[in-house]
């Protein structure tokens, strides 16, 4: 089974990450992350990863830029899923998937476009829904 983990920060440094990729691989599962930022080196058995760039906050203006992110350029959710649909690398990932996993609740947007393209694979919010899926 080939997973797709989607995520927006560092991946490295998310709780009970490093249990599921364990648990995947060790079933033979394959796992690759498509993240905002760059996978951090790590000696965890990941088949690959994409580094989509970092999402524009404006957090510079202050207020008036947190305002004006939520228009332009848009959420961190909507960065995320229109830089995946501009990479394809990350939809080459996403479309060959047998289960896409989100790990974040900003995450949903990118899943949900995702599922659109390949509706045959699941798409399941959070580490541990996507493990009691995949019965690992």
């Known amino acids: 089974?080939?997973?797709?983990?989607?995520?927006i920060g560092r991946f490295a440094y998310v709780k009970g990450a490093e249990d599921?990729?364990?648990?995947?691989?060790?079933?033979?599962?394959?796992?690759?992350?498509?993240s905002l930022r760059k996978l951090d080196p790590v000696d965890w058995p990941i088949e690959g990863s994409v580094d989509l760039g970092?999402?524009?906050?404006?957090?510079?203006?202050?207020?008036?830029?947190?305002?004006?992110s939520r228009v332009w350029p848009g959420s961190v959710g909507r960065q995320l899923a229109s830089k995946i649909r501009g990479s394809k690398q990350a939809r080459a990932l996403l479309d060959g998937a047998?289960?896409?996993?989100?790990?974040?609740?900003v995450t949903a947007q990118a899943l949900y476009r995702s599922s659109r393209r390949n509706p045959d694979a699941p798409?399941?919010?959070?580490?541990?829904?996507?493990?009691s899926y995949s019965q690992r």
């Open 1 to 7: 089974m080939k997973v797709v983990v989607v995520t």
């Open 98 to 105: 047998d289960l896409v996993c989100g790990v974040e609740p």
């Open 123 to 131: 798409h399941i919010m959070g580490l541990d829904p996507a493990l």
């Open 54 to 68: 970092q999402p524009r906050t404006l957090k510079r203006l202050g207020k008036v830029g947190a305002v004006l």
């Open 20 to 34: 599921a990729v364990r648990r995947w691989t060790s079933a033979g599962d394959t796992v690759s992350v498509v």
